[in-house]
Every structure is written in C-alpha cells, then in structure tokens.
C-alpha cells in the first residue's frame, strides 16, 4: 500500500466530493486541488470518503497556516 495516493485514487476523490472544496464548497479547478487524509495509517486510507478534496489555499487555512505547505515540497500531511 502506497503511501500517497495515485492518479486514479486522486480521480476517485475528485469525483466523489463532486469536484468541490469541502472546506469553501467552491468547485476546484483541476490543478489546484489538493487531497487531505483524514486519517492515515488505516487500511483503504486513500479511499474517497478518507481523502478530503481541498483549494490550495484552503488545505493551508485547514492547517492553519499563512505560507503554502504544498508549494515545493512533496510532504506527506497532506
Ligand atoms: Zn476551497
Ligand atoms: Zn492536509
């Protein structure tokens, strides 16, 4: 089991939350969607009902944070 999702597990999430930002419930523009485990360490973490679709911008305000957490890093809290 992989650590971070795959395209299609990624597809599967976009689709299940309908293409929108469950933080503003915005449509996310492909591109600009990030995917925030719920959990992780669980078996099917990279389920669509465990991976939450996000803005970029609103997966850092979910975090709590100012400066971009995705941009140029590949971390793994996403
Ligand atoms: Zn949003
Ligand atoms: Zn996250």
Redesign the pocket.
């Given at each position: 089991m992989g650590r971070n999702p795959t395209k299609t597990q990624k597809k599967a999430a976009f689709d299940a939350w309908g293409g929108t930002c469950q933080h503003c419930h915005l449509p996310v523009k492909r591109g600009d969607e990030?995917y925030?485990?719920i959990r992780r360490r669980i078996s099917g973490q990279h389920e669509p009902a465990n991976l939450l679709l996000y803005h970029t911008s609103c997966?850092d305000q979910?975090?709590g944070v100012r400066r971009s957490l995705s941009a140029g890093t590949n971390r793994a809290?996403?």
């Open positions: 990030v925030h485990h997966h979910h975090h809290d996403t």
